[in-house]
């Protein structure tokens, strides 16, 4: 099976700084991102969970704010012109989500309503 991503995982990946939920939630993404730099893989935009949620503390049952990461989701989808399900390399993805959302100005527009939004805004204007 391929890698699975959500969409919105693109735009924490470019902010990731060593924070999260847990722990084992930054050791996972440090070596998920570590594998998309090395590597470059194809993956897939999932509809749900991923390769990251799969280490999350709030997502034990299920996602504690599933539709809140939904709509997440489907706003970097609309900016990106892709689809769920669609597969592509990282690179032509992070492309993407640099020149349509964030050097797009529409940062705020995905991610606005996140606790971490501050943390990351402070990081994408810093560039
Ligand atoms: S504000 Fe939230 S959803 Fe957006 S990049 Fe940061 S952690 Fe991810």
Request: hydrophobic share 40%; charged share 20%; net charge negative.
């Amino acid at each position: 099976m391929s890698l699975m991503l959500r969409p919105h995982h693109g735009l924490c990946i470019h902010n990731f700084v060593g924070k999260g939920y847990s722990e084992a939630f930054t050791a996972n993404m440090k070596t998920v991102i570590a594998h998309l730099a090395q590597q470059d893989p194809l993956f897939t935009l999932a509809k749900g969970e991923d390769v990251l949620c799969a280490a999350c503390p709030h997502n034990k049952t299920e996602c504690e704010s599933a539709a809140k990461v939904r709509k997440f989701d489907s706003e970097v989808l609309r900016l990106c012109g892709l689809q769920p399900g669609d597969t592509l390399k990282w690179s032509e993805f992070a492309a993407l989500v640099d020149s349509r959302i964030l050097a797009a100005g529409e940062f705020s527009t995905v991610c606005a309503s996140c606790e971490w939004y501050q943390t990351c805004q402070a990081i994408v204007n810093h560039e």
